[in-house]
């Protein structure tokens, strides 16, 4: 699977857009991107992925570029609850008797702030 | 609805002592079972998945093993402890025809004193 290079931290202002880039100049043309997140203590949580179309859920939003190297996470209204470790995460959708191993990097810290 | 349980959620043991974790899915069949660990100040590490009862495969070499004795339990163990195997260990599972979400469990966090 191709390796993800993302921001080590970001801030955002309450009630903000927060945009969370990620990297991902090695995907190949079977390859999806993943973005998951991580509060303090707790297990990751999924929030989106997509191909090549932009996707959008009542989580969040996701910008994949025309070349598909890059990608942004667009969390609309952030709020203190979204402080979280987010992963950009590039994965082969296996299906049958294969299975979905998913590679996390060391993601973007987001803190949102008052 | 699917849950997912993990036992104990926190866990003391010393150097060389065994090791049980439990991980039990429920509102499923036929799960993909996974089990991550996250040391700290790092990102996880997939330890071992499993497509079927007894099928086990191992991701990195280490002194841990994994067992699926049933369709919807996963265990994780070890016969001695290292102080290396401190940190935060993750179950999940997702739908092997549907790899769209993968769930996680609540976590056990191991310290080896």
């Known amino acids: 699977d191709a390796k993800t290079t993302q921001p080590p931290s970001m801030d955002c202002a309450e009630g903000r857009a927060a945009n969370l880039p990620c990297n991902h100049s090695?995907?190949?043309?079977?390859?999806?991107v993943y973005w998951y997140r991580q509060i303090h203590s707790q297990g990751p949580q999924y929030i989106i992925h997509?191909?090549?179309n932009n996707e959008t859920n009542e989580m969040a939003s996701l910008i994949i570029t025309e070349d598909r190297k890059s990608s942004t996470l667009i969390l609309p209204h952030a709020t203190l609850r979204d402080t979280a470790v987010y992963y950009c995460?590039?994965?082969?959708?296996?299906?049958?008797?294969?299975?979905?191993?998913?590679?996390f990097g060391q993601g973007t810290i987001l803190t949102v702030h008052p | 609805s699917q849950t997912i349980h993990q036992w104990p959620a926190t866990l003391v043991q010393p150097v060389g002592s065994p090791l049980s974790l439990e991980c039990t899915v429920e509102?499923?069949?036929?799960?993909?079972l996974y089990w991550y660990r996250q040391a700290a100040g790092r990102g996880l590490q997939l330890l071992f998945y499993?497509?079927?009862?007894?099928?086990i495969s191992s991701e990195v070499p280490q002194n841990l093993s994994a067992s699926r004795p049933q369709d919807r339990q996963f265990i994780l163990s070890s016969k001695k402890l290292l102080l290396s195997d401190s940190g935060f260990y993750l179950c999940?599972?997702?739908?092997?025809?549907?790899?769209?979400?993968?769930?996680f469990g609540p976590g056990t966090r191991l310290t080896v004193l």
């Open positions: 090695t995907i190949s043309g079977n390859e999806y």
């Open positions: 499993s497509v079927g009862i007894g099928q």
């Open positions: 997509g191909l090549k």
């Open positions: 995460i590039v994965r082969r959708n296996a299906g049958g008797t294969s299975y979905g191993k998913l590679t």
């Open positions: 999940a599972w997702d739908n092997r025809f549907s790899y769209n979400e993968q769930f």
């Open positions: 509102g499923t069949s036929n799960p993909n």
